[in-house]
């Protein structure tokens, strides 16, 4: 495993393999489905979104959890949500309470993705897990794979 380091995010590279029958692309991190990411930061919406992309996940993505809210309620609902805590117009926190009150969407697993949260705060607001900025992409992998 070749190990490389980048201003946003640590990584690794990870070797693909394609599912024979139906053509799909398929990786370490298992069933490839859709993620969801969450940042008012659009460098890093578009830089998570490159990578879960190159990955073989479809993304979508939503600079506030407002507009997060809306996608998910009218579109398929992601197998994961990549939440920032700290957004204008709606938090992650006011995000995580629409969440969990709306029975369609309330099973989403949400991991918090954040340079200032703990993750006890992380834990606070039910996330499965926390990942700190810069994201360490074998960890992010792993909790893909759990979920996707």
Not at 76 to 99: A, H, Q, S, T, Y
Request: glycine share 8%; charged share 30%; with cysteine.
């Amino acid at each position: 495993m070749a190990f490389t380091q980048s201003p946003c995010f640590r990584r690794y590279d990870r070797s693909y393999s394609k599912a024979s029958d139906e053509g799909e692309v398929t990786g370490t991190t298992g069933k490839i489905g859709k993620v969801l990411v969450v940042d008012d930061d659009n460098d890093q919406r578009k830089l998570l979104g490159s990578i879960l992309e190159l990955r073989g996940y479809s993304v979508e993505t939503a600079e506030n959890g407002r507009d997060a809210l809306m996608k998910m309620r009218r579109g398929e609902r992601p197998c994961l949500v990549l939440l920032d805590l700290m957004m204008p117009i709606m938090d992650g926190w006011k995000f995580w309470k629409e969440l969990v009150n709306d029975q369609t969407l309330a099973a989403t697993p949400v991991v918090v993705v954040s340079g200032v949260a703990e993750f006890p705060a992380a834990r606070s607001i039910g996330a499965v897990a926390h990942l700190r900025k810069p994201v360490d992409l074998t960890k992010l992998y792993d909790v893909l794979a759990e979920h996707c």
